[in-house]
């Protein structure tokens, strides 16, 4: 079951990379033919600001997410010795090397990871973790943020969140070009080009409009199933369901986070801000109660 959940999240992954890839291709190519009269043209534009945004956040994302979660780093056992001694332990099982280790000062309990790679990683946990969690609890919560640093969830999550912030840039430029007059070098184009031409406006027209909604959907199906994983990857490290079931179990009754920063909330282990959102479409983490179902059936 445990190998079966893991091959499974795998798979859907791979789909939820390239739909991000297919739809930062298709509202580039929608840009590229209202505007520039070559739909190829928008394509290379959408590719390229999309790999420097790539670029800019797996060379800098450790640092900046922590920035705007206000962590604190800790360079010794001394600062917080049990904290350190599980993380340690769990990147050894793992196979990974030591993350850097931060701390939040929030009491609300919560941990994500974070960086480019395994080898530029970092791990943060709240003040409130620590001081709720037991050690078995807290095992089964690093072992998950060490599953994502092995399974380079950190990676694909800085990806998908670089390809939204690309995605946003070019509909922002498409929305400014409307209002200062874009777009009208095909008039004469659609005049003679009859009903295709026509079809093919209306068409890039709502690829431009939808693609910021289809692009935080995807963000948020690729969060939700990322998360899936590395439930099933913490039991493989610790053997032990029931850390992370109790874990689970005391953070979701917990109250909201306050240093937590909106457009990395969906790094933490789990929802900061315990949205009661009447539709899960929008969640950018799995249902706690499917969650711990999952891991009790392992």
Known sequence: MLYQQIAQNKRKTV???????????????????????????????????????????????????????????????SQAPDFWHVIEDMALVGQVPMPRVFIIDDPSPNAFATGPNPE???????????????????????????????????????????????????????TNSFLWGGGRRRDNDRDGGGALGIIMIIVSILAIILGPLAASLAQMALSRNREYLADASAVELTRNPQGLISALEKISQSEPMQAADPSSSSLYIANPFKSDSWTHLFDTHPATEKRIERLRNM
Do not use: C, K, P
């Not at 943020?145 to 922002?172: C, P």
């Open 15 to 77: 789909f939820v990379m390239i739909g991000f890839l297919l739809l930062i291709t298709i509202i580039g190519a929608a840009i590229g033919y209202v505007f520039f009269n070559s739909s190829v043209a928008g394509m290379i534009m959408a590719v390229l600001i999309g790999a420097v945004y790539m670029l800019i956040m797996l060379s800098q994302s450790t640092d900046v997410v922590m920035s705007m979660n206000n962590a604190t780093e800790i360079t010794s056992e």
């Open 120 to 174: 530029h990683a970092a791990v943060a946990a709240t003040r409130g973790l620590l001081e709720r969690l037991n050690r078995e609890e807290l095992e089964g919560v690093m072992a998950h943020e060490v599953s994502h640093i092995r399974n380079y969830d950190i990676r694909l999550q800085t990806t998908a969140l670089a390809l939204t912030a690309a995605i946003s840039i070019l509909v922002n430029f498409a």
